[in-house]
């Protein structure tokens, strides 16, 4: 089955302990992305990434980092959690122009 | 499920009933428009997509209007069912520099409710 596979589901941690959230996808899409959704504020772009090794900012990437050393995988890092990034976290991927973003399930970060 | 929004504008609507979803874009250079729906608890699912050469686009059951004069997006739904109770969102992008269209900004979203 074709899709956007994001770990963990839900995740619970501390302030500055560093984390992972790992996507992958198995459409050989060129493009991947992160976005985080809050209330009130909906989708914002992290980081986008168009290929192996290219990666850009998106809207709000402060406090984030990203990598893309292999096509099928983009994970998010967060070296230094803190509370204001607890948020509904998606990872999409998209093959190019006319096709859209086709987007995980979501992970739900809460920062204590 | 997830709650996705705590202020956003809400269409209820009849079964049967035609929606008409609007929405306003904000960056003149947008290029390359398209609409999501997200159910509870689930990523957005991609719906339809125009590009700024066209004025309208058909799907099934679904039609975008865009009017870049107002900058001005529509996502129609025809004869709208329950099962198309969710939250729509329209998103933006463009061409800038080289980066084709992987930079993608959403709209704040309308939930749409759909009552038998």
């Known amino acids: 089955e074709a899709q956007v596979t994001q770990n963990p589901r839900y995740l619970i941690t501390v302030t500055g302990k560093k984390l992972t959230v790992t996507c992958s996808q198995n459409m050989n899409h060129e493009y991947m992305s992160w976005y985080r959704q809050d209330p009130g504020l909906g989708l914002r772009q992290i980081y986008y990434s168009m290929n192996v090794e290219v990666t850009d900012k998106g809207d709000v990437p402060e406090g984030y980092k990203v990598s893309r050393k292999e096509k099928r995988n983009f994970p998010l890092i967060l070296e230094s959690p803190s509370p204001n990034q607890t948020s509904l976290y998606f990872c999409?991927?998209?093959?190019?122009?006319?096709?859209?973003?086709?987007f995980g399930s979501g992970t739900r970060l809460t920062v204590v | 499920g997830e709650s996705v929004g705590l202020h956003l504008p809400t269409l209820s609507v009849q079964e049967g009933d035609n929606s008409i979803i609007n929405c306003a874009y904000s960056n003149s250079a947008s290029d390359y428009f398209i609409w999501y729906k997200q159910e509870s608890g689930k990523g957005p699912q991609f719906i339809i997509d125009i590009r700024s050469n066209m004025d309208k686009r058909q799907g099934q059951r679904v039609t975008v209007l865009l009017n870049k004069t107002v900058k001005h997006l529509s996502l129609q739904i025809a004869a709208t069912q329950p099962g198309d109770s969710a939250v729509y969102f329209c998103a933006e992008t463009r061409n800038a520099g080289g980066t084709s269209y992987g930079k993608l900004t959403f709209g704040q979203g309308t939930i749409l409710t759909v009552h038998p």
């Open positions: 999409a991927s998209m093959r190019g122009l006319g096709y859209g973003y086709t």
